[in-house]
């Protein structure tokens, strides 16, 4: 690509968290002014979410912890360089057809071009259903912190905290900090996961320290910790009443009132998906994400990833690969980057890679879910689709692949698309056709990728940047 | 090691047309064998609108048309699932008093077909159909038309022609196909061949792949029906609804979703298609216009397929001109769901007798004159 | 009866809307998912299952909170703020 005129291109970042803001400072430090959309109505994303606005009074380091002070530089940087950049909150892109955005913001649709686009569009829980998990009360482990962080609130008087990875330890130590009774945290992952795992996670001391840290409060406060754990079902109708679970084939009641749960972080890759990205296996995320080379370039060029959305790495490689990604932009743009911090970036962003290496070894995906789930448990939440729904169509032989499975049983046709429910029909399909989830295909993004107002209007005007 | 299948008839396309055709000639006991390059039922027949529709159609389909309409009402028994099929009527409007006059025409000129067309306006059509809007002045209804589920229905046909005793090979594209004395050699790959007495072509927008391999070029556009469906909503709408004139369609499904289509999506390349953005906010609004009741909702996911047009947008359907024993059916022109499987039927017939029972002479592969484009 | 219990930043404005046409309290800041689940245990109701739900994942993805208010408008509870006099209903639409 030739040298452009600044004025020229059109960068546009979608995600205001730790990748996108760090993208829009290197963009900004080159002289660009990019747009930067964002769902939420405060910069931050989801790790490092503001709180709303007005009447708000937690310090930051009540927020985030041992994390207040990357946080507050997130945010920093953002207010910065607040006057250089176009950003639209409470703004959702769509869609992505023809080198455009579609963006909804107070109920208008506008079409935004861009010449370049860097997709930090961050990630979600992961989670894999059991009887009950939809029961009020029943809510993710970023959804609990969420409720903590962003509103005070806890998700119950007493909670139990299920499933694995690091969010399990760190949202169990927050409510207990905030005074919430926490009736017990149930991981997943074997005992000796953890203990095999731990030299690779030497790599950040500093890291698996605050892990340390945090199970050393629970277990000082008296929570009940178990490893291996596997849900059988949350008792209760109109809302929770007790968690039954089994470690090592016993069961075990626990009463509570509400259950976080998350098996580890999903990409969001929809936008990826609609901008024409070339997508592979990933055995470690056991997704689907879209390629990119180390600096963030997809395979549609002009098109850029970083953070969780394209491959989950955490907040402190987000903010790396946000401005890596920003950086390969300037590149490819003929204008002036600075190679040494490419460099650096790039050093850093290996290392926290193997890292995450050791971490998704420590905590494990539970990959016998899809073998014991009972047919009559929900799958898909949004159109109401079990799992034995699923495993008919693939027994039979009338879908050997995740997109004609949805076709016949509507998993990941509502309102979600298949956010909630499309790992669990991933690892069905695979188990019920003896394969494994990378064997089924990928399940496609179609638009509106959220839902999309019927009585949207174009919005009157131009952009106002 | 290639694998050689002999059989009476080879089929190269898995939709809804040859997914029945292949049905009905294992029920009159050839033997079949099915090329899907894709998905049974994964291409426009799986993924069209779902009107089960015989109103509006030309004069010359409606006997074909009803012999599907026939086939539809025993769907259960033939496939095995209703595949969310209702006859819930299909009631086509009018926006103006010459819209109304132009139904009331058709109804007259299809008096001998047996659609049961009745025409409602003024105060009735107000007090028997209150969730539609005010933009209509009446419309035509045909009681006995409705709609079904794509997804399911499509894929039913080859399902059931397999379990019937078809060979259905699915992720298998046709490489190259010829004659060979009296029998067609389909090849795929290095992997399968296939021998027949028999070949159909029912490839879809495809086809004219097929049709050129025996010299009879055909003038067919691949064009892309824009389609949305809403969050599921209370039931307010049993017919399916089309408009004299063209523009929105819609229905509501038995789950409660409303499903509406209008407009044209973009080609990404020959095989796939996408919604188009400016198509979807159109339809959007007028489909808001004509049923009020989903102001408030939210579209949750728009579609679009890769569809065959003709010229004069009736199918090809019929004997090839340069080859003996080959059979074409294809270039519906967004309108192949509800004939299809009376389609499929009429394929079975030319196998088994040399010609069909439904007249086909308007369907000819050589009524386009040489130099004929078929225009968008 | 709450589901959500508040445990910090209790110091807000009140904001006063109605639920299920019942006058009830919340602060100025919270969602509409906290609103109605400070003061009730359910959303809304699944269309197919008539089961309640409360929202999901918080964060916009799981779609599952989409609320409506009387006069039929829908919003995502999550990622919509309360206002004075709204008029928000967790009742099913669906009559089953």
């Known amino acids: 690509m030739s040298a452009a005129p600044h004025t020229l291109l059109k960068p546009v970042i979608v995600g205001a968290g730790p990748a996108g803001i760090r993208a829009a400072e290197a963009l900004v430090a080159a002289g660009l002014r990019p747009v930067v959309i964002d769902e939420a109505a405060r910069w931050g994303g989801q790790i490092y979410r503001q709180p709303p606005e007005g009447g708000f009074v937690r310090p930051k380091s009540a927020l985030y912890g041992f994390e207040a002070g990357k946080a507050d530089a997130v945010h920093r940087a953002m207010a910065t360089i607040r006057d250089r950049v176009d950003y639209r909150p409470r703004t959702l892109a769509w869609n992505c057809e023809e080198r455009a955005l579609d963006l909804l913001c107070d109920g208008a649709t506008e079409v935004l071009p861009f010449s370049h686009l860097i997709l930090a569009t961050g990630a979600t829980d992961r989670v894999l259903p059991f009887p009950g998990w939809t029961t009020p009360g029943v809510f993710t482990l970023g959804g609990s912190q969420v409720a903590l962080k962003f509103q005070g609130c806890a998700v119950g008087r007493r909670v139990t905290f299920l499933g694995t990875g690091p969010l399990l330890y760190l949202v169990a130590y927050q409510y207990l900090k905030a005074g919430v009774e926490v009736a017990g945290v149930f991981d997943t992952a074997p005992f000796d996961a953890q203990a095999r795992a731990a030299a690779g996670m030497l790599r950040d001391p500093a890291t698996l320290a605050k892990g340390l840290c945090y199970v050393g409060w629970l277990r000082a406060h008296g929570v009940t910790i178990r490893n291996n754990v596997r849900p059988v079902r949350v008792e209760g109708g109109e809302r929770v009443e007790a968690l039954v679970w089994t470690q090592d084939g016993r069961e075990e009641r626990t009463p509570c009132d509400a259950v976080a749960f998350g098996l580890g972080l999903r990409s969001e890759t929809q936008l990826a998906d609609l901008a024409g990205c070339r997508f592979r296996f990933d055995a470690m995320d056991r997704a689907w994400l879209p390629e990119r080379d180390p600096a963030g370039r997809s395979s549609v060029a002009g098109v850029y990833l970083a953070g969780d959305g394209s491959g989950i790495a955490g907040a402190d490689a987000a903010e790396a690969a946000g401005e890596r990604a920003a950086l390969a932009l300037l590149e490819d743009a003929g204008l002036a980057f600075a190679h040494e911090r490419a460099a650096t970036l790039d050093h850093k962003l290996a290392r926290i890679a193997a890292f995450r290496r050791a971490l998704s070894a420590a905590f494990p995906f539970p990959d016998d879910w899809a073998g014991a789930i009972a047919d009559d448990t929900m799958v898909c939440r949004c159109e109401g689709v079990t799992a034995g729904a699923l495993r008919a169509v693939a027994t039979t032989g009338q879908a050997r692949e995740i997109n004609r499975a949805k076709a016949l049983t509507r998993a990941g046709m509502g309102r979600c698309q298949g956010r909630m429910c499309g790992a669990a029909t991933t690892e069905l399909l695979a188990r019920a056709l003896g394969t494994g989830p990378d064997g089924v295909g990928r399940l496609r993004a179609q638009p509106p990728i959220k839902p999309l107002p019927v009585a949207a209007e174009p919005a009157s005007g131009g952009s106002a940047s | 090691m290639r694998e050689i299948l002999d059989c009476d008839v080879a089929v190269v396309g898995g939709g809804i047309v040859g997914g029945s055709a292949a049905l009905f000639l294992r029920r009159m006991g050839f033997s079949v064998t099915l090329l899907e390059r894709d998905w049974c039922g994964a291409k426009a027949s799986g993924v069209n609108f779902g009107g089960v529709r015989r109103q509006g159609r030309p004069l010359e389909q409606l006997p074909l048309s009803q012999r599907a309409h026939a086939i539809w009402g025993r769907l259960p028994e033939l496939l095995g699932t209703d595949a969310e099929y209702i006859r819930s009527g299909h009631l086509k409007l009018a926006r103006s008093e010459a819209d109304l006059e132009s139904l009331i025409a058709y109804r007259e000129r299809s008096a001998g077909f047996g659609l049961d067309l009745e025409i409602v306006a003024g105060d009735e059509f107000r007090r028997r159909f209150p969730a539609l809007g005010d933009r209509a002045v009446g419309g035509s209804l045909c009681p006995e038309d409705g709609h079904a589920n794509p997804r399911l229905v499509s894929p039913a046909f080859a399902r059931a022609a397999a379990a019937a005793g078809a060979s259905v090979r699915e992720q298998t594209p046709l490489d190259r196909v010829e004659r060979d004395g009296d029998r067609f050699v389909l090849l795929s790959g290095e992997a399968l061949e296939v021998r027949s007495r028999f070949l159909l072509n029912t490839a879809g927008a495809w086809s004219h792949r097929v049709a050129d391999a025996f010299g009879e070029p055909v003038p067919l556009v691949s064009l892309h029906p824009n389609m949305a469906v809403t969050e599921p909503l209370p039931r307010f709408l049993d017919v399916n609804i089309g408009v004299e004139g063209g523009g929105v369609y819609g229905r509501q499904a038995p789950r409660g979703n409303m499903v509406v289509g209008g407009g044209r999506g973009f080609a990404l390349d020959a095989d796939r298609a996408r919604p188009q953005r400016d198509a ?84 000819r592969i050589d009524r386009f004159p040489p130099d004929t484009t078929a225009t968008p | 009866m709450a589901l959500l219990q508040r445990v910090a930043e209790r110091g807000r404005r009140v904001v006063r809307f109605v639920l299920d046409g019942r006058p009830v309290e919340a602060l100025e800041g919270d969602t509409i998912l906290t609103a109605m689940l400070t003061n009730g245990d359910r959303l809304r109701r699944s269309e197919f299952a008539d089961t309640p739900r409360a929202g999901f994942c918080l964060m916009g993805a799981c779609q599952d909170c989409w609320v409506r208010t009387e006069d039929g408008q829908r919003l995502r509870a999550c990622g919509s703020f309360i206002e004075d006099g709204m008029r928000l209903v967790s009742e099913g639409e669906w009559q089953s």
């Open chain 2, 280 to 363: 979807v906010l159109t339809l959007m609004r007028d489909a808001a216009e004509l049923f009020p009741q989903i102001r408030h909702a939210h579209v949750i996911r728009c579609w679009t397929g890769v569809e065959g047009y003709t010229p004069d947008r009736n199918p090809i359907i019929g004997p090839s001109r340069t080859t003996p024993n080959l059979f074409h059916a294809f270039g519906f022109s967004g309108a192949g769901f509800q004939i299809g499987p009376g389609v499929g039927e009429a394929l079975a017939e030319l196998v088994r007798d040399g010609r069909s029972s439904a007249p086909l002479d308007a369907f």
